[in-house]
């Protein structure tokens, strides 16, 4: 795609004058494209296609990779922010190692991929789920078939087993008794009575006595041995390309981040349900983003169990201290969905019919002393009525208008160990905290407390507001900054929706203000701005990279030129999670940097580099970026007159 030396040789001292220590592409797993042989209708970052798209963002200038949740997902719902907390899920599962592994042959792959749907941009996720499925069945039952030709891993698999069994166990016996009850989820278990299953409390310690369940358990294990272990012998080859994953990252410079998501999937909370609030759940309240609030309907862990009698961590910090430690041993920093759910979450009723009327009607969880709707809350909150904003709304950032030291203890004490498996300072992980509009009292004193900032998101700046939380100008080092996200529309589909409904023009001027010297032709400069979508979009990018921000995320499809947006938050649509990175994304990439439809990062640094007040480079930077620039846009323009590649072979 890109690489050559003439572009290092510019993009990198760009980056540097602009103050630029990470420059991550956001992409989630199932967006990663494949070569033609191994694709099974979704993307994976474990399969060669992705290790040569990795290879080349690193050559573009990228030096890190923000992947989304990785945990496995329900055959009707593909949000990686449901899936489970530690197991992988099977659909990322690369099949041509296996070929090489002896597990599969390649009769076995072309059956699989027999019916695979002809569209390559798009996940074909029922599809891949039946594919991947029965890979994992075939290679398993050669694995047991002969053992003895596969001594070295039955030998990982056991020492895997070994070191996992506090996971492995709950969900291999999950995704037994799921097929046992019908398919259904565990609060649907019944006896053939119609009364609730025993099998529902299976890691339930307030049900029942413990040697039942254990005797229980122990029996399972036995009746389903062979579906236990495949379970386990799918779950070792995935964390084995993972590792093979962050050897290739290593290898090209880059960084691998993962994605904490705030939400418990359906069978971890049927493992950990001794762990959790009775009666309610969490979502988002109102914001400018989701004014009616969303009902996410996750678990929420029981503040009564945060700490034992004696004050020492107790049965919740421990759980949570293990998944983090998982988390952190297998890479090199984490993005933190939702902070808010770990200092102040937003809960709500979970007997109210109506989940959005619920979600609207609900408090937070700590700071909630005296409420009528929520009396259940007052034993939980770290704050007195005196502390709050009584003519404020309850989600407001200032319903909480001071804190006290030892109440900013209390919020950080879950959020402390996101920072360190130990709630210290001495060894700090790495952290990316998604703060959006919303940024309540107790949220920001964790924060600041530990040097961690928010993230600006420019594509949703208002123009006019010059208090707007996303503006660049109002950015800190700590922060990261971006053109969107996966919530958010591409920036390519709304620079040509501002330019049609006319606030392309504040826009322009705007970022003119910024970006061009006061000497220059600056009406001129916003008309030619204003009318072009590329243009716009590069000062867009141009603005994130003079900020104070030293981190910037870039959506993949926003760097790509891509027009279809990846989620529709708060929306339930077969569309969602399923846009790919696009199988000849080459060449595509290139022709629409032949009009500037793609993300040309030296088109971007050389307007950042030329803005007023900014540290300059030298000359002969300047000249190589613009040359470059051109030299993209050249290529893309020669591409036009190639005869189209066939995207539905290899």
């Not at 963002?57 to 990686?80: C, E, I, M, R, Y």
């Not at 072009?532 to 030293?550: N, Q, T, Y």
């Not at 500037?596 to 300047?622: C, H, K, M, W």
Request: aromatic share 10%; with cysteine; net charge negative.
């Amino acid at each position: 795609m890109i690489g050559s030396e003439s572009y290092a040789g510019c993009v990198a001292p760009g980056l540097r004058a602009c103050g630029v220590d990470k420059l991550f592409l956001e992409i989630h797993d199932a967006s990663f494209p494949a070569r033609y042989e191994e694709d099974t209708g979704r993307g994976t970052p474990y399969a060669e296609g992705a290790a040569d798209f990795l290879t080349q963002l690193a050559k573009l200038g990228f030096n890190g990779v923000q992947l989304g949740p990785q945990g496995l997902t329900a055959a009707d719902n593909p949000s990686p922010y449901d899936g489970t907390l530690f197991s992988r899920n099977p659909l990322s599962l690369a099949l041509s190692p296996l070929l090489r592994g002896g597990l599969l042959e390649q009769d076995d792959l072309e059956s699989l991929l027999a019916a695979r749907p002809p569209v390559r941009g798009r996940v074909h996720y029922a599809f891949a789920y039946a594919a991947q499925g029965g890979a994992i069945a075939i290679a398993y039952g050669r694995f047991r078939k002969d053992r003895s030709a596969y001594s070295e891993l039955e030998q990982q698999l056991n020492g895997f087993r070994r070191a996992h069994a506090r996971w492995l166990e709950p969900d291999a016996l999950y995704s037994v008794l799921f097929e046992v009850h019908g398919r259904h989820s565990w609060h649907h278990w019944k006896t053939p009575t119609g009364e609730p299953h025993p099998d529902r409390d299976l890691f339930n310690p307030t049900a029942g006595a413990k040697a039942a369940r254990t005797d229980r358990k122990a029996r399972l294990l036995e009746d389903h041995r062979a579906a236990v272990e495949r379970y386990t012998f799918g779950q070792l080859l995935l964390h084995q390309q993972h590792q093979r994953l962050r050897d290739h990252c290593k290898s090209l410079g880059m960084q691998l981040y993962a994605d904490l998501q705030i939400g418990l999937s359906d069978q971890d909370a049927w493992a950990h349900q001794g762990l959790l609030l009775p009666n309610y759940r969490m979502g988002a309240p109102p914001s400018r983003t989701n004014p009616m609030g969303q009902p996410w309907g996750f678990a929420v862990l029981d503040p009564g169990q945060y700490r034992a009698e004696d004050g020492s961590p107790g049965p919740v910090l421990a759980f949570v201290r293990y998944r983090l430690e998982k988390l952190y041993s297998e890479y090199d920093g984490v993005r933190v969905d939702h902070p808010h759910g770990w200092v102040c979450p937003w809960v709500y009723r979970s007997d109210r019919k109506d989940p959005f009327l619920a979600v609207q009607q609900g408090a937070r969880l700590f700071s909630s002393p005296n409420l009528p709707d929520h009396p259940d809350l007052r034993v939980f909150s770290y704050v007195e009525e005196h502390q709050l904003n009584a003519e404020g709304a309850l989600h407001a950032d200032h319903w909480v208008e001071y804190l006290t030291a030892e109440q900013v203890d209390a919020y950080a004490q879950v959020f402390s160990r996101l920072v360190s498996p130990d709630g210290t300072t001495s060894h700090r992980y790495d952290l990316v905290c998604e703060v959006l509009s919303t940024l309540p009292l107790p949220l920001k004193q964790v924060l600041d407390r530990f040097g961690l900032g928010r993230f600006r998101v420019l594509q949703k700046v208002d123009p006019h507001n010059p208090t707007d939380v996303y503006r660049s100008e109002r950015a800190e080092p700590i922060d990261w900054i971006m053109l969107g996200n996966h919530d958010t529309p591409p920036i390519w589909r709304l620079a040509a929706q501002w330019i049609r409904d006319g606030s392309a023009r504040d826009r322009a001027e705007d970022l003119g203000n910024r970006l061009v010297p006061a000497h220059t032709d600056r009406e001129r400069w916003v008309t030619d701005h204003a009318g072009h979508p590329g243009a716009l979009v590069h000062a867009l990018f141009a603005d994130l990279l003079i900020s104070r921000a030293r981190n910037i995320m870039v959506f993949f499809a926003d760097l790509l030129g891509l027009e279809e947006q990846y989620n529709i938050p708060g929306t339930v649509k077969d569309a969602n999670w399923s846009l790919r990175v696009p199988p000849d994304y080459e060449r595509a990439y290139l022709l629409r940097l032949g009009d500037d439809r793609a993300l040309n990062l030296p088109y971007a640094l050389s307007i950042a580099l030329r803005a007023p007040g900014f540290e300059p480079v030298t000359p002969q930077v300047l000249a190589m970026l613009d040359r470059e620039a051109q030299y993209l846009r050249d290529q893309g323009r020669s591409l036009v007159r190639l005869p189209m590649l066939d995207s539905r072979a290899p």
